[in-house]
């Protein structure tokens, strides 16, 4: 069979677009990448990597012990690891690299740390569940098969950062890749991770793999890392492993800010166009994870019943089936009963007493209350703050 060997095939009219096929045989068309791997749709596997969905908050003051986790964009989690110093703000900005995005993550340092403890570590990290991975199409035991990552990042302090990726089935491991940033300038970054022939990703809705943008690493965080290559992540100083040597610390001084946006995790060696998804699409996806739901002064109320004389079940709708048996913030709430009498109870944190996964409803306890009857049917309801339904990974 006779073959055709070229690198560029474009109209004789014109320059303007054409397809162009790397030395790897890798497909571009008009300047596009075409799939090399994976789903042909949904292609982006994490959720919320144009930083729309904000359900708790867009602003918020972030250090070791305070605030840490998810407390503003929704999926992207904040450590302060190992007592780690220095404070930031953390905020949903409007600081963005071109029109075709509308939001970033911003970190500001509002406190500097320059004297690193060597098990110190701050990253911004995205959390995987193992199901997603599991089921991705990444042959993830294979050498030749790849992840991609591709982001736009800035920061007024120039250098080199880290990305990592941390498995948590089976034996832990980790691989570290560097990227470099210029003052002031917003850069597109796009690199793939082989699979590992040690790696294991369980179908579960536990975690999986963590996947993080290091801000600042202690010596022991990146003790045996070579850019590029899977480590046994346990072994050594027993500390994850979040960067090379070359890491810059972002935190040495007040005058630090770095942006992150357009985060998208595929299968496949090259990195493709942005997968655009609609608030409403990210939003439901959010809310696997974490739901708010209003206190609105007593506007919003669910059907229970009294489980002795000082608790009450409720049934809480769901807007998507949780990940998991969620957690729920302490609140004021009311319980008001066919009588016509209600009872206040103040600062009390409800509990989940059945979750099944798949199922669009939640049951909850609240207790605190007093002169309730057993089974006596009553309408249940935040009083005045929000009720967080948490099941973040």
Avoid at 61 to 70: Q, V
Wanted: charged share 15%.
């Amino acid at each position: 069979m006779s073959k055709i060997k070229v690198n560029r095939i474009e109209n004789t009219s014109t320059t303007d677009g054409g397809i162009d096929i790397d030395t790897d045989g890798h497909v571009k068309v008009d300047g596009l990448q075409l799939p090399t791997a994976g789903a042909l749709s949904s292609r982006r596997m994490n959720i919320n990597g144009a930083m729309q969905v904000a359900q708790r908050e867009t602003n918020a003051s972030i250090s070791d012990g305070a605030n840490e986790g998810y407390r503003t964009l929704d999926r992207w989690k904040v450590l302060f690891s190992s007592g780690a110093g220095g404070v930031a703000t953390m905020t949903q900005d409007t600081t963005v690299p071109n029109k075709e995005f509308a939001n970033s993550l911003k970190i500001d340092v509002t406190t500097a740390d320059t004297s690193i403890d060597v098990n110190h570590a701050i990253s911004i990290q995205y959390r995987f569940e193992a199901q997603d991975i599991a089921n991705s199409g990444w042959d993830y035991n294979s050498s030749s098969s790849f992840l991609n990552v591709s982001f736009w990042a800035r920061s007024n302090k120039a250098g080199t950062y880290c990305v990592f990726f941390q498995t948590l089935n089976g034996t832990t491991h980790g691989i570290v890749n560097e990227y470099t940033l210029a003052a002031n300038t917003w850069q597109y970054v796009s690199f793939s991770v082989p699979g590992n022939s040690a790696l294991q990703f369980d179908d579960s809705s536990g975690g999986g793999l963590n996947v993080g943008w290091t801000l600042v690493a202690g010596s022991n965080r990146q003790d045996g890392v070579t850019a590029g290559q899977w480590i046994d992540a346990t072994t050594g100083s027993a500390q994850g492993r979040y960067a090379t040597s070359n890491q810059v610390n972002f935190f040495d001084s007040t005058n630090n800010n770095w942006y992150l946006t357009g985060v998208q995790i595929e299968v496949g060696s090259k990195a493709t166009s942005f997968e655009h998804r609609s608030y409403g699409d990210e939003l439901a996806r959010c809310q696997r994870y974490y739901v708010e739901i209003s206190g609105g002064n007593d506007a919003f109320t669910y059907s229970g019943k009294g489980q002795g004389s000082n608790s009450v079940d409720v049934t809480i709708p769901l807007c998507v089936p949780l990940r998991a048996s969620p957690t729920l913030n302490s609140i004021d709430s009311r319980a008001f009963t066919d009588s016509g009498s209600f009872a206040a109870s103040s600062s009390t944190t409800p509990t989940a007493i059945q979750f099944s996964a798949n199922n669009p409803h939640l049951a909850i306890n609240c207790g605190g209350f007093s002169g309730l009857t057993n089974n006596e049917i009553s309408v249940w309801g935040p009083r005045s703050n929000v009720l967080e339904i948490s099941a973040e990974l």
